[in-house]
Structure formats: structure tokens, C-alpha cells
T-cell receptor, first 110, second 114 residues
Framework: EDQVTQSPEALRLQEGESSSLNCSYT??????LFWYRQDPGKGPEFLFT???AGEEKEKERLKATLTKKESFLHITAPKPEDSATYLC???????????FGPGTRLSVLP | EPEVTQTPSHQVTQMGQEVILRCVPI?????FYWYRQILGQKVEFLVS????????KSEIFDDQFSVERPDGSNFTLKIRSTKLEDSAMYFC????????????FGPGTRLLVL
């Protein structure tokens, strides 16, 4: 069974304090790994897609990396507006659906 | 700007009633998906819809649920005889031009079953 876990469950950072979020996955064949941001009561907002080990994507203060077993979302010098839940999802090579992890709830304090 | 819009944003219903949730894509796409998120839990896949047919569904998507595209534009999720445990956020997503790749989510419909 495909599984996605994320750690930590919650993370509190001071503004400017860089850190990383982890997404570990078990899937028979990975078609893609996806990072989303979700604000309370809103739909997931797309951040990155990664397709193969070694791939990296960057956007502003965020950088996503992928290995064969996990992905990291690195946040450099975060700001309070980066506070949200960050979701990781995988798509297996045999299907269309996304399997989501439970998310990491990030709070960035001013 | 959302890739899809969803109506209503909130729905309150009595247990046993039927509800219809609607998704309207911003532009023409072939792949659509429904997911749900029970409060405090993971986002869970319900069903995928391609070219006006169900292409994949989860164990959650039983006979209580149905999807259709009645007018070639709106994409609906019908939940018959709602139960308390159906209370959740329901998200519609549209896919890329192929089965592979990013799914873009709508703002969701919050369903509360009393």
C-alpha cells in the first residue's frame, strides 16, 4: 500500500530561522511527488512537482528536493506569511490519484 | 486565481438528505478529481473523471456517491443519504492534459451533516 508520512507534525520558527520539512514515501513506482501549501479552510495550493531522484525546484524562499525515499522542503529565512500547512503527495505509476501525507503545520513568528 | 471554482462554499444538511456539490473549471480540461478532507485529517482521493467517465475510484467512493458532467461544463459530486461522517471539506481538482502531473485544487465546499 502506498504511504506518505511527514515530519515534523508541527514546527514553530522565528522569522529568518531556516529549516526543512521531510516527506517520506513508500510507493511501488513513483510517477511524481508534489508539494502543496494549505491555509486554514482553503484548498491546497500547488508549489512544486518533482519527478526523479536528484531533482530540485526553487521558488522564492522554498526549495524542494527528491531522493528515492524522501523529499525535503527547505525554507530559507521564512516570513510570517509562510505560516501554513505544507502537504506532500505522491502519484504512483499505476494510477491517477494522489496519496497525501498528513502535512506539517508551520508557524513563523515575527 | 483558482483553477476551478466550487459551489456552494458551505452546505449544511440533515442526515439522510442528498447533496450536490459543483465544480466549474476555468478552462476546458479533460481530467477532474474529487477529494475530501475530514477536519484534522489527510486529504483523501475519492474519484477521477476523464472524458465524461469515471476512470478511477477509491474504496470511499461507494454507491452513496456519484459524479457526472451534466452539461459538458459543470462537474458534480452527488452524495445520497448523507451521514454524519460525510462532514468534511470536498475539493475538486483539475489535472493536466495527461494522466501524469500536477493537479490544481479548487477552494472547496465545506459540508456539515447534522
Amino acid at each position: 500500500e502506498d504511504q506518505v508520512t511527514q515530519s515534523p507534525e508541527a514546527l514553530r520558527l522565528q522569522e529568518g530561522e531556516s529549516s526543512s520539512l521531510n516527506c517520506s514515501y513508500t510507493v511501488s513506482g513513483l510517477r511524481g511527488l508534489f508539494w502543496y501549501r494549505q491555509d486554514p479552510g482553503k484548498g491546497p495550493e500547488f508549489l512544486f512537482t518533482l519527478y526523479s531522484a536528484g531533482e530540485e525546484k526553487e521558488k522564492e524562499r522554498l526549495k524542494a528536493t527528491l531522493t528515492k525515499k524522501e523529499s525535503f522542503l527547505h525554507i530559507t529565512a521564512p516570513k510570517p506569511e509562510d505560516s501554513a500547512t505544507y502537504l506532500c503527495a505522491v502519484q504512483a505509476d499505476y494510477g491517477q490519484n494522489f496519496v497525501f501525507g498528513p502535512g506539517t503545520r508551520l508557524s513563523v513568528l515575527p | 486565481e483558482p483553477e476551478v471554482t466550487q459551489t456552494p462554499s458551505h452546505q449544511v444538511t440533515q442526515m439522510g438528505q442528498e447533496v450536490i456539490l459543483r465544480c466549474v473549471p476555468i478552462s476546458n480540461h479533460l481530467y477532474f478529481y474529487w477529494y475530501r478532507q475530514i477536519l484534522g485529517q489527510k486529504v483523501e482521493f475519492l474519484v477521477s473523471f476523464y472524458n465524461n467517465e469515471i476512470s478511477e475510484k477509491s474504496e470511499i467512493f461507494d454507491d452513496q456517491f456519484s459524479v457526472e458532467r451534466p452539461d459538458g461544463s459543470n462537474f458534480t459530486l452527488k452524495i445520497r443519504s448523507t451521514k454524519l461522517e460525510d462532514s468534511a471539506m470536498y475539493f475538486c481538482a483539475r489535472g493536466p492534459g495527461t494522466v501524469v502531473g500536477t493537479q490544481y485544487f479548487g477552494p472547496g465546499t465545506r459540508l456539515l451533516v447534522l
